[in-house]
């Protein structure tokens, strides 16, 4: 099946500083979405991006649908605390429908912020 | 507009016995589905329902089950349960499938011991 690879795994900043972090694939995506997790609870969806090319924001967060379908990338600018979490990609393949209803998930990365 | 809810949020148990979680979509939402999430394993996908009807499985064992009722609610069983087991439960819902813009609820902390 798709895989999506997601990096980097871990990132341990200071705060203040911006993050990005991004997730590839080797097969193309028709939408992209991005989740954050905090301890002991469940993903929180924070951007989802539907075209190639599409540039999304929501906050301090900023999300990419990469152009080849391939790929999406977040970042976050002015880190605090509070950022502190693991965050997922997800991404719908095409032809997402019969026996294919579900998402593909990225391994999380885990970012620690420092203040 | 209330979130997904789960219940209980905790659970242990202890390894051949069976369990039931429980799970409500947001309202109007007619998706549900059900992860397993573990530490070396991630999110992994369980199934999929829509108006009663499963419509996809992930690759678990038949000890894993589910269903859902008329209002949309949903619940997954799990018997002779196993250490490896031992898990976050997340149930997700969505309007029409899992293909687009899930919404995750708490999760259930299931421990078999």
């Known amino acids: 099946g798709q895989q999506l690879n997601q990096s980097p795994q871990s990132m341990f900043i200071q705060e203040g500083e911006d993050v990005s972090m991004n997730c590839t694939s080797s097969s193309i995506f028709n939408t992209w979405l991005w989740y954050k997790q905090d301890p002991g609870e469940g993903p929180v969806l924070l951007i989802a991006l539907y075209k190639a090319g599409e540039l999304t924001s929501n906050g301090r967060l900023t999300a990419q649908f990469g152009i080849t379908r391939k790929d999406s990338f977040l970042n976050i600018s002015a880190s605090i605390p509070s950022d502190v979490g693991i965050y997922f990609c997800a991404g719908r393949p095409p032809n997402s429908g019969g026996s294919n209803y579900k998402l593909t998930f990225g391994k999380g990365t885990l970012l620690t912020v420092n203040p | 507009k209330a979130g997904v809810t789960q219940t209980p949020r905790y659970l242990i148990k202890t390894r051949g016995q069976q369990v039931t979680l429980s799970c409500s979509p947001i309202?109007?939402?007619?998706?549900v589905s059900w992860y397993q999430q573990t530490p070396g394993q991630g999110l992994q996908f369980l199934f999929e329902y829509f108006s009663e009807t499963q419509r996809n499985k992930g690759n678990f064992p038949g000890r894993f089950s589910g269903r859902q009722f008329s209002n949309s609610r949903s619940e997954m069983n799990v018997s002779t349960l196993e250490l490896g087991d031992s898990a976050l439960y997340l149930c997700?819902?969505?309007?029409?499938?899992?293909?687009?813009?899930?919404?995750f609820g708490p999760g259930t902390r299931l421990t078999v011991t």
């Open positions: 309202s109007g939402h007619r998706s």
């Open positions: 997700a819902s969505s309007l029409t499938g899992p293909q687009y813009e899930q919404y």
